[in-house]
């Protein structure tokens, strides 16, 4: 599973603001559909880290259910929404829901989340403090200068009550957004100086690529994303379908077998070095902050 920077990262090159990680479907879908048995159907996933152990795991968890998991590997995050929409896939796991609005938006389709995975929490770190309350009045915290990790690290300090954003923030917030009143003041730097920055300034949104070079660790943060935050939704992970095959049991219960195999979940949490937080969020809630994000790339187009 991509780390939550490099999906922003790709997004990055197709936003048009510039916004914290691609063989044929089956053919028993149409039975299933229709309420027909799983039994012996393959479901071709795209991913693009397939030698994680626990998409083994995932694959044998499914098997035991009569559902014949086919991963399909990919080498760039480009690759499995167009996979998925020209009908090479059955569904993808790759990508938070960002990810989708921005792909949807730009191609004009309608491919839908139908499951959550994992968020990646960004987080704020400091060398001065200990927790966000010991963090003075009028102090300066650094966040990323690029939109998307701007944006996502804002929200982060809002949702620690260190800033307020103007009409409660967005994926597409900046500085300019912090309202005068917030507690701290807020600068604005090269997402690879935030944690070098950390001497000089009362705390920094760091990057999860950057933590090891500034000997930090996920657990050193005093704050991060709050997957239960309305505001972090958009950065969680998820399986993906056609809008048509939202509704399909199959798939559906993939997503049932991905949530509630504790040896998958383990695996996760493992291959991303212990920073996945896992989450269960309904799907409706998924599908509306689809429709907000895909709203507000339109709007800033």
Known sequence: MPTPRKLIATAALVLPLALVFAGCASGGTDADSAG????????????????????ETFTEAAAEE????ELVNFTEYTQPNPALSADELDLNQFQHVIYLATYNVQSDDDLQPI?????????????????????????????PNDESNQARGLLVLQSAGLIELEDGGSAFSTVADVLPDSKVKVEAIDASFTATSLPDVAAAIVNNDFLTDANLTADDAIA??????????????????????ADNPTYLKLVEIYQNTQDVLDGVVEASG?????????????????????????ANS
């Open 36 to 55: 027909g048995s799983a039994e012996n159907e393959v479901v071709r996933i795209g991913v693009v880290n397939s030698g994680d152990e626990y998409w």
């Open 115 to 143: 499951g959550s995975t994992a968020i990646y929490p960004l987080g704020l770190y400091s060398t001065q403090y200990d927790s966000v309350d010991d963090i003075p009045e009028g102090s300066t915290v650094a966040v």
């Open 274 to 298: 212990g920073t996945a937080v896992l989450v269960k969020t309904p799907v409706d809630d998924l599908v509306a902050s689809l429709t907000d994000v895909e709203d507000d790339i339109r």
């Open 224 to 245: 991060q994303d709050d997957p239960s935050d309305p505001s972090a939704i958009p950065y969680i992970n998820i399986f993906a379908a056609k809008a048509e095959d």
């Open 66 to 69: 009569g559902i014949e998991v």
